[in-house]
T-cell receptor
Framework: DGGITQSPKYLFRKEGQNVTLSCEQNLNHDAMYWYRQDPGQGLRLIYYSQIVNDFQKGDIAEGYSVSREKKESFPLTVTSAQKNPTAFYLC????????????FGPGTRLTVL | DQQVKQNSPSLSVQEGRISILNCDYTNSMFDYFLWYKKYPAEGPTFLISISSIKDKNEDGRFTVFLNKSAKHLSLHIVPSQPGDSAVYFCAATQNNAGNMLTFGGGTRLMVKP
């Protein structure tokens, strides 16, 4: 079964701690993305990567970091510098190029206590 | 500045009737538009898309209409079913932006039996 997995489903962290969210895909997609969704709002792009070992900041990258060492994996670290980290985080992937549908994972809900 | 707007946060429709979800955009460079459907605590799933060279695209019960001069698109669902109850996001991209999507804020559709 091809798809995108995100783990864990729910994550709790104490204020001031860094936390890493996992995203793995076996769709052989070159491009991967991280979005954040807040209640009643749309999806906002945090980071994206169009190829291994390369990534770019999205609209709200401050307080986040990513790596893309493998094609299948695009982990997101929420650092203590992120002021409002409590949100629903979604990872997506797509073929490279234009006008390609993005496939989304099931998401991780992060709560900062 | 929101480039993609869904001005109706919610919509309630009777089963069997038509659901019309609207989306407006401001960036005239957008040339490809997508609709995603999202259930709570899940990732969005792709529904239907339309290129700016068309003004209509149909897939079963779902039809998307694009009015470029008005910078407006709409998603029609006929007939509506209770399983269609979800949040619907429209998204837009432009040819020179790779596969970057800009999302609207979403419309929650409730289909009553």
């Amino acid at each position: 079964d091809g798809g995108i997995t995100q783990s864990p489903k729910y994550l709790f962290r104490k204020e001031g701690q860094n936390v890493t969210l996992s995203c793995e895909q076996n769709l052989n997609h070159d491009a991967m993305y991280w979005y954040r969704q807040d209640p009643g709002q749309g999806l906002r792009l945090i980071y994206y990567s169009q190829i291994v070992n390369d990534f770019q900041k999205g609209d709200i990258a401050e307080g986040y970091s990513v790596s893309r060492e493998k094609k299948e994996s695009f982990p997101l670290t929420v650092t203590s510098a992120q002021k409002n980290p409590t949100a629903f985080y979604l990872c997506a992937s797509s073929l490279a190029g234009f006008n390609n549908e993005q496939f989304f994972g099931p998401g991780t809900r992060l709560t900062v206590l | 500045d929101q480039q993609v707007k869904q001005n109706s946060p919610s919509l309630s429709v009777q089963e069997g009737r038509i659901s019309i979800l609207n989306c407006d955009y401001t960036n005239s460079m957008f040339d490809y538009f997508l609709w995603y459907k999202k259930y709570p605590a899940e990732g969005p799933t792709f529904l239907i898309s339309i290129s700016s060279i068309k003004d209509k695209n149909e897939d079963g019960r779902f039809t998307v209409f694009l009015n470029k001069s008005a910078k407006h698109l709409s998603l029609h669902i006929v007939p509506s079913q209770p399983g269609d109850s979800a949040v619907y996001f429209c998204a837009a991209t432009q040819n020179n932006a790779g596969n970057m999507l800009t999302f609207g804020g979403g419309t929650r559709l409730m289909v009553k039996p």
